[in-house]
């Protein structure tokens, strides 16, 4: 039976409270397996002959992302342009200039200027991009619009679909995560995720502490920091069912929940049953989910590769990323 756990939740303060792919290095045929186990960077088990294995986590550089409709954008390596895969071989276009990061999601693609942080949106025509907002520390596409964190944290802000209008819908926040399951912000003082009601200021607790949270269209993931597994969240109050051993990096989207292994970096597939995950892949520097399409940049950075969608069978797109 799965099983369900109600996180220890501690009294604090109110605060209110995120997507990118390719992959070398791939086994052959697939296997079903438990969700990787362990999670964070730290030194944490004995392997074969008494050594040490080390836990494997990544942060994502924005540098690839993707929208529900599958179009895959990146950042050159020199980061002073930003292309669209065409959807033919290796095949792109120039889309934009300089970014530092992107991000995509129902709303479009959005990029932030390397210069002065600013976030812009493009516009459908290549070289076209409007100016949207002022830097923020981190950013969500949800829907039809993007959430962003101010740059000290201290505030969550909902993009109001035109011009660079924004409208405050809560207070200080770590991280922020976004899909069709919802929005979702962790506090930046202890750890605890909250999911955005739809009111300005007003957002429930849902869970405590996690090392890595992702949302598909139906739910929010979390890895858990105290190394007991991967939970996805019930929907009701603050309980979680488990359903896989501990992730180095959790991703979602339309496609569904993918997990890396914390010790060697294998890329895995939630197949919707507590305990069941197929392994697609091997080691990938960041991932991104799509509607339909995976995507994985390879551990060197030099390719971007798109999963078949059974598998460990991927056909490189692209590259080298930023």
């Known amino acids: 039976m799965p099983r369900t756990r109600t996180f220890f939740l501690r009294r604090a303060r109110y605060a209110v409270a995120g997507a990118a792919v390719a ?6 045929g697939s296997a079903q397996a438990a969700a990787p186990t362990g999670h964070g960077t730290a030194v944490v088990r004995t392997g074969p ?19 529900p409709g599958n179009a895959l954008f990146a950042i050159s390596p020199d ?48 070289g076209h991009w409007s100016a949207i907002g002022g830097p923020g520390a981190d950013y ?9 964190i101010s740059p000290d944290h201290r505030a969550v802000y909902r993009w109001n679909g035109s011009g660079s209008s924004w409208t405050w819908v809560g207070g200080a926040a770590g991280r922020i995560y976004a899909g069709g399951a919802g929005v979702f912000a ?13 009111t300005p200021g007003n957002w429930a607790l849902i869970g405590g502490v996690g090392s890595d949270f992702a ?21 009701s109050g603050t309980v979680w069912t488990h359903v896989g051993g501990v992730a180095a990096n959790l ?4 496609a569904g929940l993918f997990a890396t292994n914390p010790y060697d970096g294998r890329a895995f597939r939630y197949n919707g049953t507590p305990g069941t995950w197929t392994e697609i892949g091997g080691a990938g520097s960041d991932f991104a989910v799509g509607g339909a399409s995976v995507f994985s940049v390879s ?3 030099s390719a971007i590769y798109r999963w078949a969608g059974i598998g460990t069978s991927w056909t490189r797109v692209g590259g080298p990323v930023a």
Not at 81 to 107: E, L
Not at 140 to 148: E, M, N, Q, R
Not at 222 to 233: E, I, K, M, Q, V
């Open 79 to 126: 980061r002073q342009g930003v292309y669209q895969w065409t959807g033919n071989g290796d095949s792109w276009i120039r889309v934009g200039g300089p970014a530092a990061k992107i991000y995509a999601g129902g709303a479009g693609l959005f990029a932030t200027d390397p210069v002065d942080g600013r976030l812009l949106r493009y516009d459908g025509t290549p």
């Open 186 to 198: 962790t506090d930046p003082t202890d750890g605890q995720i909250y999911t955005y009601t739809g």
């Open 49 to 67: 002959a008494g050594e040490t294995q080390k836990r494997i986590a990544s942060v994502s550089t924005h540098a690839v992302a993707v929208t």
């Open 215 to 235: 949302v598909t269209d139906d739910a929010v993931y979390g890895s858990s920091a105290d190394g007991t597994g991967t939970y996805r969240w019930s929907g």
């Open 299 to 301: 551990p060197d950075r």
């Open 23 to 28: 992959v070398v290095a791939l086994t052959a």
């Open 251 to 254: 991703y979602g989207g339309g």
């Open 140 to 148: 969500a596409v949800a829907g039809d619009t993007v959430y962003a």
